[in-house]
C-alpha cells in the first residue's frame, strides 16, 4: 500500500508518494487560484497530489487534498460514458440512432428491412431518399407510437438504388443528436421486361386483348401478375390468362363496350420473375376503345359482312384459302395495319410459292400469319372461288387504290376489330395465335390465370 509523505508547510515541495509507479492525470481548477495534478497508480487510487502554487500555505493544502480525494473518488467509478457525460461530451451518434442497413453497406438485398430506432429518447425527425436511375425520390414511412421505432411503408428495397438517411434524435434532456447514413442495394445481371400491346394513347376496336411478351421465362407467375394491374372505367371484371411463361393476356368476358377507359399499370420493377431476374419497370399504358366493328367472314360463299355497332353497314365479296392451304375458323382480332407490306411464302412455311413485295391495305390477324389484304394478282376470285394460302383476300389494285373493297374496309377498321370466320375446311385458331383468346370459354379463361 503506497504512503502519503507531507510536505512541510510553505515550503512549496510536493506531496510525494511512495509504491507503485504512478500515472498523471490533469484536472480541471477546483481550488481557488490552484491548478491540481493527480497521479494515479494503475488500480485508479488516488496517491498524490500536487499543488501548484508556491504560496499556498499548509492549511491550503489540506484542503486542496481533500478536494482532490473527492474528485478521485468520484473518478474511480466512472465508466469511459459516464465520463464523457461529466465533461459534457455527446456520445456518438451511432450508439444514440441505430440504422439498419449500417452506413456504408453495399450490395443490400431486397428482402432486408429498412429500420431506424433509438432505445433510449425519441425520434424527432426521419429523411430517408432512394436515387434511382438518375432520380431521387422520398420514401415514405411512418414513426411508431412510442417514437422509437421508424420504418418504411413500402418494406421491400428497390434494386440498384442508393438510399440516403438522416435522422434526428432527441432525449429527455431536450439534446439532439444527428444521424447521417448512405447503403446501396444489390444490383442484379439479369433483368426482363414486358411489351404491352396495344400501344399506348392508341384507339383500338372493342376485340382488343391486352398482352404481354415478356423478353425471358417466368417461372414465379404469381409473383409478376400480382405486379400487373389492369382497370377499366366503366368498371368491368377482366381476368388474366397465361400462355407458356412468357405471354400474359388480360380480357373481360364479352367485348368492350365502346369508350371505355382502359389502363394497365405495371409494377414489375425489382419483382423476381425467376431465379435471379428481376423486372426492370414501372410503366402505365392506356387506351380507348372506339366504335364497335365485327365482320364475319363466311368462307363458303365467299363474303365479308360488316357490322358497325351492331349495324350492318356493308357486304364485301372475299377469296379465302385454297382447299390445300384453308383459312381457320374461329374469332380473329386486327393486330397491325399496313398500307403495303412484303409477303414472302418462305416466313410462312410454304417454301417459294410466292414473294409479293407490295400487298397492299393489309391487317395481320394472326402471329402465324393470317392477313386480311388486298388482292391485285387474281381480281376475279372475290366473291367466286377460295384461291389464297389461308389469307382473306378483297379485291384491290396494285399500289392500293382509294376506291376499292379492299380500301374501302381498310379505311373503316380499327386495330382490335374482331374478324370471325366461320365455315372453312380447317380447324378453330388456337387461342395464343395472335390475339385469340375470345375462342375460349369464360371459364376456360379464367383457369389459366397464376393468382387464383
Known sequence: MSRLLPAKPDS???????GAAP???????????????????????????????????????????????????LMAG???????????????????????????????RPGRPLLVRVPEGRLESVTVVRSQDGQDSPVRGHLSDNGKVWQPDERRLALAARYTVDAVALDGDGHRTARHCVFTTFVPDERFIGYVTPENRSTVGTGMIVSLQFNRQISDRAAVERAIRVTATPAVEIRPHWFGRDRLDFRPEEYWKPGTQVTVALGLRDVEGAPGVYG??????????????????????????????????????????????????GKMVVMEMFEVTRMNSRTVGFGGEYDIPDVPHAMRLTSSGTFVHGNYWAPHAPGHT?????????????????????AWFFDRSLVGDVIEVVHSEDKQVSPDNGLGGWNMSWDDWKAGGAVG
Open 12 to 18: 512549496g515541495a510536493p506531496l510525494r508518494l511512495t
Open 23 to 73: 500515472r498523471r492525470v490533469v484536472l480541471p481548477t477546483v481550488l481557488p487560484r490552484a491548478w491540481l495534478a493527480l497521479t494515479f497508480p494503475q488500480e485508479g487510487w488516488v496517491v498524490g497530489i500536487v499543488v501548484m502554487h508556491v504560496q499556498t500555505r499548509a492549511r491550503r493544502a489540506g484542503a486542496a487534498l481533500a478536494a482532490a480525494l473527492t474528485w478521485a473518488g
Open 78 to 108: 466512472c465508466t469511459s460514458h459516464g465520463f464523457d457525460d461529466m465533461l459534457g461530451k455527446a456520445p456518438a451518434a451511432e450508439n444514440v440512432i441505430h440504422v439498419t442497413p449500417d452506413d456504408g453497406s453495399k450490395q443490400v
Open 280 to 329: 426492370l419497370q414501372y410503366k402505365t399504358v392506356s387506351f380507348t376503345v372506339g366504335r364497335s366493328q365485327v365482320s364475319l367472314v363466311d368462307a363458303a360463299t365467299h363474303t365479308m359482312r360488316v357490322r358497325r355497332d351492331g349495324r350492318l353497314i356493308g357486304t364485301v365479296p372475299i377469296t379465302a384459302g385454297a382447299p390445300k392451304t384453308t383459312t381457320y375458323n
Open 386 to 406: 377460295n384461291v389464297s394460302h389461308g389469307c382473306v383476300g378483297l379485291r384491290d389494285v396494285k399500289g392500293g387504290g382509294s376506291d376499292t373493297p379492299a
